[in-house]
């Protein structure tokens, strides 16, 4: 069955300082990866996507994620964090040829003045 | 303003009162979905609709009915809630498929004694 990992529930980071979120996800062919954004209180946004093509993929709010195939991964990147960043991150999946999205379970990010 | 929006955002009720969370967008999608929000779970599909009067069961549809009689709306029913469906719940939608982007309502809290 298809499943999204990650792998870090909580991580506190300086602001300023560089982050990366990891995602690991099993399924047989290529899907469609997902990251979303939940800030306290509020719904999701998404952040960025991949479907094909180049594997570096720049989302908003200055936020990057690179598909790595070979280790079935999908990290999220940003090289400075603001306070504004503190929130929730979701990687999600979507299986080709099927309309359901799954998600991961969250990592909840914390930022330090 | 494009938006999704859910009614109530907050609901306490008792076991075995039907109950029904209403949703709406506004931006003539297609695509409609109910997610539930439970710590350490992530965001688990309930059911989604592709279109008016077309709709299917996501990971967890136990206990829920949906309808779509119309496009723009898509409420969630619990017929008979158990203190298991104590959730945050989230609708979203997008223009026809969930590897689009899917824009999320602001979430219903939902309490059940």
């Known amino acids: 069955a298809q499943s999204v990992t990650q792998p870090d529930i909580h991580i506190t980071v300086s602001e300023g300082a560089s982050l990366e979120l990891r995602c690991n996800y099993s399924?047989?062919?290529?899907?469609?990866l997902f990251w979303y954004v939940q800030s306290p209180g509020q719904g999701l946004q998404l952040l960025l996507k991949?479907?094909?093509?180049?594997?570096l993929v720049q989302g908003i709010k200055g936020f990057e994620a690179e598909f790595k195939r070979s280790q079935s991964s999908f990290n999220l990147r940003k090289p400075s964090v603001h306070w504004s960043d503190a929130a929730e991150y979701f990687c999600?999946?979507?299986?080709?040829?099927?309309?359901?999205?799954?998600f991961g379970a969250g990592t909840r990010l914390a930022v330090h003045p | 303003e494009a938006q999704v929006t859910q009614n109530p955002r907050y609901l306490i009720t008792v076991t075995g009162k039907k109950l029904t969370v209403t949703c709406s967008q506004n931006m003539n999608h297609e695509y409609m979905s109910w997610y539930r929000q439970d710590p350490g779970l992530g965001l688990r599909q309930i059911y989604y609709?592709?279109?008016?009067?077309?709709?299917d069961k996501g990971d967890v549809p136990e206990g829920y009915k949906v309808s779509r009689k119309e496009k723009r709306n898509f409420p969630l029913i619990l017929e008979s809630p158990s203190p298991n469906q104590t959730s945050l719940y989230f609708c979203?939608?997008?223009?026809?498929?969930?590897?689009?982007?899917?824009?999320f309502g602001p979430g219903t809290r939902l309490l059940v004694l």
């Open positions: 609709s592709m279109n008016v009067e077309v709709t």
């Open positions: 979203a939608s997008s223009p026809s498929s969930v590897q689009e982007t899917q824009y």
């Open positions: 399924y047989g062919a290529t899907p469609y």
């Open positions: 999600a999946v979507g299986p080709g040829g099927y309309n359901k999205l799954i």
């Open positions: 991949y479907f094909s093509g180049d594997t």
